[in-house]
């Protein structure tokens, strides 16, 4: 079908100034872009015109942080992402997702990313392969596709998994090359490269000279490196440094994933992780980076404990968590010294809010504070702590309110910046990064704020987020590239999603096209899906399709 786009205020991706243009989509792909008036329904033979006139065209936006690994299939309608104009996502976020795996793998990451992507038992977990996930995305069970287009990190805490289980050790010289070869095959598989959770177990237990021989092997193939590292607060700049010294040592390229600089003690620091990056820039070191557009941080209670308590999986964890001296260990950990899963600070009891559960007798807990609680209760912020990690089997969620606005608008501004959500969208009350990212760049941060010019905030969340991901002729409004597109107002574009109602669509988005098929169509969802697994290929860019397409 040709669809013809007209008078629209197009702004390319490129950076380049806005210019007025018609846009012709012939099937999935852009056919002609010339000047606003210049294209006739009548002289291209199509047969729908879109009147674009007021409207920005762009293209789709790109996610460079994603926890969609399982609600793209479990519930694909995805009307999330779609809503806020995004057309592709990047998944396998944090060095946790659900492939490569094998039986005893596959379990124990569905019980550890529970909060993230849910857990449920009647879906069909027929993928063990990063190929055979790739392949699921792409024909889902009930004949469908994808809502949008995505790509895959290999996780290397999966993949840690895999070889050595989720105890903590130093890996064996072949169990390293194991790992390595796992790693390898991802890639060849159709990964476009490897992230890391390191205050997650079990990546958390890498030595710095393990991960060097994996992203050795990342780069060889093409691919980035896009680390969650050890800290975002006390220690974070060292945290940054070695995961620049990484990318300087092995020639892996560096995409320094939720790029953010918390907790108190690194408020107004922003300028010195930037000094650090842009002096490797320098040096010609390949870094990109992602943030989100809010200050509170999300992930699961669990994360909390000392990286000891974790070892093992859910139920080791459990039977520490359940022993009275041990018990004692891990409050001493967290409570007085800063534990590593807490990126080395206290807890701050009254910046962990509960976001959801797996048990629905906790459900009265969330959105409130673990502190909250404890006032309620009358019980100790601690105590109330464990009580939820066991009886929710560690599958609590929450908001950490621990983000500093001056930190967030200096890395927002970063010439290598990108745009991701971090959104996770299962709980009662997840964060509204999940709902309200992208227009919350183009509504508060372009439009009321003025930190950035729309032609730079629409290049950051597109072009140049799909040149990290050497995407084939997608991220920009180019004939001949994929035509996965938005259409917004750039007046009321905006984030309709708050903390308090979290699962609410952006205003001011009125069409998105995903390989041309209209996604959102008058700014309503048409429940269609033509979102594909996007792969990397022999050649090294990533495109829709079979890895041996070159």
């Known amino acids: 079908m040709k669809t013809l786009i007209s008078n629209a205020v197009l702004v390319d991706g490129t950076g380049a100034d806005r210019r007025p243009a018609d846009v012709l989509l012939d099937g999935p792909v852009i056919a002609a872009v010339a000047g606003a008036g210049s294209l006739t329904a009548a002289g291209t033979g199509a047969e729908r015109t879109i009147d674009a006139t007021g409207l920005v065209l762009s293209p789709g936006f790109i996610d460079m942080h994603a926890h969609s690994d399982l609600q793209l299939l479990a519930n694909p309608d995805h009307y999330a992402k779609l809503s806020q104009g995004v057309t592709t996502e990047l998944l396998g976020q944090d060095g946790l997702s659900y492939a490569p795996v094998d039986e005893a793998t596959l379990a124990g990451v569905r019980e550890k990313i529970a909060g993230w992507n849910d857990n449920p038992a009647d879906f069909d977990w027929n993928w063990r392969t990063v190929g055979e996930y790739l392949d699921r995305l792409d024909a889902p069970e009930d004949g469908g596709r994808i809502a949008t287009n995505a790509a895959y990190l290999v996780p290397q805490g999966t993949v840690r998994a895999l070889v050595m289980g989720f105890a903590e050790g130093d890996p064996t010289p072949s169990q390293q090359q194991q790992m390595e070869d796992v790693v390898r095959t991802a890639m060849e598989e159709g990964a476009v490269g490897m992230s890391s959770g390191l205050t997650y177990t079990p990546g958390m237990y890498a030595r710095t000279e393990e991960l060097a021989g994996l992203c050795r092997t990342v780069g060889e193939l093409g691919g980035f490196y896009a680390p969650h590292h050890r800290s975002y607060g006390k220690g974070a700049l060292d945290a940054y440094a070695e995961m620049i010294g990484l990318s300087r040592t092995t020639g892996c390229a560096l995409h320094l994933s939720h790029a953010t600089m918390n907790f108190a003690e690194n408020k107004g620091r922003a300028g010195e992780l930037l000094d650090l990056i842009d002096a490797a820039l320098d040096d010609g070191v390949d870094i990109t980076l992602d943030t989100y557009p809010y200050l509170p941080g999300a992930t699961t209670l669990s994360a909390i404990l000392p990286s000891w308590a974790s070892s093992g999986g859910t139920q080791a964890t459990l039977d520490r968590l359940a022993d009275p001296a041990t018990r004692a260990k891990i409050r001493e950990s967290v409570e007085i010294y800063g534990s590593d899963g807490c990126h080395g600070v206290v ?204």
């Open 347 to 550: 807890a701050e009891w009254e910046t962990l809010e509960i976001s959801g559960v797996q048990n629905p007798a906790l459900a009265g807990h969330v959105g409130k504070t673990i502190a909250g609680i404890a006032a309620e209760t009358g019980a100790e912020p601690f105590d109330i702590f464990v009580q939820i990690l066991l009886e929710d089997r560690l599958g609590a969620g929450i908001l950490q309110h621990v983000g500093h606005e001056e930190n967030v608008q200096a890395i927002m501004k970063h010439r290598t910046h990108t745009g991701g959500s971090d959104g996770l969208l299962v709980g009662a009350k997840p964060h509204p990064r999940a709902w309200g990212t992208f227009p919350r760049y183009l509504g508060h941060y372009c439009r009321e704020l003025g930190l950035l010019t729309l032609e730079e905030t629409v290049h950051h969340l597109s072009g140049r987020p799909a040149a990290r991901l050497k995407l084939d002729r997608r991220g920009l409004v180019r004939e001949g590239f994929a035509a996965d597109l938005v259409l917004f107002d750039p007046d009321t574009v905006r984030d309709e999603a708050t903390f308090e109602n979290p699962r609410q669509a952006a205003a001011g988005i009125h069409h998105v096209f995903v390989n041309g098929t209209p996604a959102i169509d008058g700014g309503q969802p048409t429940g269609t899906r033509a979102g594909r697994a996007l792969r990397r290929s022999p050649d090294g860019r990533t495109r829709a399709g079979s890895t041996e397409t070159a």
